[in-house]
């Protein structure tokens, strides 16, 4: 899917872009995958994980893949050129789960605060809620996530599901997932 190419501003007064994903953006998504895996422990990967499973190639079929789908979307937040957030949604397509769509989230660190993350979520709620048939929008957070949990729950998201230790850190930590879900204003 494509998005409308959007300008918003920042908290402190920079302006951001919000765009699709193209392919000549497919470097600076495996430099911020990266960077961002080596942020947080609250992301399903490690830093080397990205390098292992992904390649330029890789990342440029991704790309072109997703953006040729009528049931994802990748959207970037771009500030002064700088690939500084990205998001997907997915729309579920088995006719069991199709009422659903998922949304994952991931800003680099130095623009944490800034209003990107609220910004790029509202784009895919309005996007869900304009889509037939969807009636929830679903996500997984890691426990002790309270920044992604205080975003979420100031959008509208509630807690509906427990996955017991889901996540085991390198050093034996092992932390729960919870499913959180948004009722879009429809039924
Ligand atoms: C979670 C994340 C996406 C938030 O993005 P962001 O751009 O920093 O979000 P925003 O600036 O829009 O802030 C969103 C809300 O977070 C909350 N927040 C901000 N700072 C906070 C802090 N220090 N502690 C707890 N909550 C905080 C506020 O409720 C804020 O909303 P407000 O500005 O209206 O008060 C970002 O921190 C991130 O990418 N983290 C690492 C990856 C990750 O955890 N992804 C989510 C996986 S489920």
Redesign the pocket.
């Known amino acids: 899917m494509k998005f409308q190419d959007k300008a918003f501003t920042l908290?402190d007064g920079r302006e951001a872009l919000l765009r699709t994903t193209e392919e000549t953006d497919a470097e600076a998504m495996l430099d911020y995958l990266r960077v961002?895996a080596g942020?947080?422990d609250?992301?399903s990967r490690y830093p080397e994980e990205c390098d292992e499973r992904y390649s330029l190639e890789g990342e440029k079929a991704i790309i072109n893949r997703i953006n040729a789908s009528e049931n994802e979307l990748m959207l970037a937040c771009f500030v002064n050129g700088e690939l500084a957030?990205v998001c997907n949604l997915m729309f579920n397509t088995f006719i069991k789960t199709r009422h659903a769509a998922k949304v994952?989230?991931?800003?680099v660190?130095k623009?944490?605060?800034?209003?990107?993350?609220?910004?790029m979520m509202r784009e895919l709620i309005e996007l869900a809620e304009k889509r037939d048939g969807v009636i929830q929008i679903e996500?997984?957070?890691?426990e002790g996530?309270?920044?992604?949990r205080?975003?979420y729950e100031?959008l509208g998201f509630r807690i509906t599901g427990f996955h017991g230790n889901a996540t085991m850190l390198k050093d034996g930590t092992l932390l729960n997932n919870y499913l959180m879900t948004k009722d879009l204003k429809k039924r």
């Open positions: 908290k961002t942020e947080t609250f992301l957030g994952a989230i991931a800003v660190k623009y944490w605060g800034q209003g990107i993350g609220t910004a996500l997984e957070f890691v996530n309270a920044r992604a205080a975003l100031k």
